[in-house]
Nanobody, 129 residues
Framework: QVQLFESGGGLVQAGGSLRLSCAAS????????MGWFRQAPGKDREFVVG????????WSIDSVKGRFTISRDNAKNTVYLQMNGLKPEDTAVYYC??????????????????????WGQGTQVTVSS
């Protein structure tokens, strides 16, 4: 059974940086799409950024382009979310999730919640102004 363990959240001033980590167990990590979502108080959970399988294609929402970067270390079964230039509107609980296994010639970055099978427990990111 796949399990995900997130870490790295915290309180940071606007303009600061944080790096979130998500360690996976129980899966051939490199073959699966991975994603980061977030949920702010009173709002729906939203996709933030994702990475496909072995080819490592990435996709992010417009509001974080140029500021957030997803990467993966397959040897450590860990995916990272580097967040720079943080803004108060980035305040949310951040979740990592594991999606589809991708072994074929075509890879995608899933963006819908239902395309992800297992979720981490979430880590709080708070950006003060």
């Amino acid at each position: 059974q796949v399990q995900l363990f997130e870490s790295g959240g915290g309180l940071v001033q606007a303009g600061g940086s944080l790096r979130l980590s998500c360690a996976a167990s129980g899966a051939t990590f490199s073959s699966y799409a991975m994603g980061w979502f977030r949920q702010a108080p009173g709002k729906d959970r939203e996709f933030v950024v994702g990475i496909s399988g072995p080819r490592g294609w990435t996709w992010s929402i417009d509001s974080v382009k140029g500021r957030f970067t997803i990467s993966r270390d397959n040897a450590k079964n860990t995916v990272y979310l580097q967040m720079n230039g943080l803004k108060p509107e980035d305040t949310a609980v951040y979740y990592c999730a594991i999606g589809q296994r991708m072994d074929g010639p075509i890879e995608i970055v899933p963006t819908a919640s239902y395309e992800y099978m297992t979720w981490g427990q979430g880590t709080q990111v708070t950006v003060s102004s």
